[in-house]
């Protein structure tokens, strides 16, 4: 008899109000709390998930995986407000897409637009009104905010690479700010913001598809710390996670599947491998659930010239590993981005931002629509 798995056990929720956290927890104290990852994922196999791995009997630690991936933990002895006042210093690569290869460059103009209607969008009335109106205890910021305390923090954190994990941040949720209905947002727009970061290359390979996965690392941080469900967990967070439960058992399969090996001996190198994409999506969402402070100075810390520059060269850098035959999906990836980024323009002051550019529907001629 085949057992039904299901995510009633995987998804539990205990909120309180996240200030104090956020003020006195340093990022270290909450990965103290959870098991060594290997142990939480056996634990998952024994309520019927990850039923293809092999994870090892070793019990190497949530910092171990960390450190191994790039990040800093010297800085996770900091709390999130600790980490939001440090001084935050960019290095660019000075790469434009003058520098990417044909046929690409014929999309330059729609690749301009897009980079600038992300900027747009994080900058609109909808990025700007209160993550929830009616709980400013625990969800201190705007979109906006949130935004770009969660690149600030990411930025601090890594070691290398810290334009692109940290342009990842600001952008994980940017699909909640494309629609007036939040509901419609807390549903989905984990699914829709790792459809708009696609011409980033964001979500080519899991390892970098925070957005379609963070609702899984949430859950893995409420199933496993009590500490994380009492202090960092708002009720607006545990709400929307609960909108969000009827795609982890799919998501938990895929995970499964895209880690397997036909190949037995291989499959416990695989298995370390999704260990440490697990342990990498829930820092990840650590910092998300950190990037809640009270704080208006944040503004002053970024330019919208320096914004389009980290999502210029994370684009650039993707695109110089595409091949001319990957083109026409390329279209489709950039316009099926646009078309959701475009949404913006029904609530903002500004409507004129977001049309199209005279020539995107010849350049973009190609759209296939979406291959999920």
Known sequence: MTRKVTCARFFTTAPHYNNTALNKRPLQFFIHTVPAPTLMMKRLQRQGFFPKQVFPETKKSMET??????????AMKHTPVELLRKPLKFAFSGQTFADIPQPYQSLIPVLDTYVTTIVNVLGDQLANRP???KEKLSENTSER???????????????CEKNKWAGLALQHDIARSTMADIHHGDRYHHLEADQILAPQGYSQEMATRFPFLHAFAKGMWSNYSKEYQSELLSPYSANSLLCQQKEAALIMQ??????????????PEKSEQLLALVVRMMLLRLVDDSAKVVMPEIEQCFTSAQLKKIITEQTVAHIQTCSPEYFSQYQDLLKGALSLLRRTKVSSDYPERYQPIPEEDRLLSDFRGFQM
């Open 131 to 133: 993550y929830d109106p």
């Open 145 to 159: 905010g949130h935004a770009l305390e969660a690149l600030f923090i990411t930025h601090q954190l890594r070691v």
């Open 65 to 74: 995986y960390l450190q191994e991936d790039g990040f800093d933990l010297q």
């Open 254 to 267: 895929q995970l499964d599947d895209l880690y397997y090996s036909p190949d037995s001996t291989k499959q």
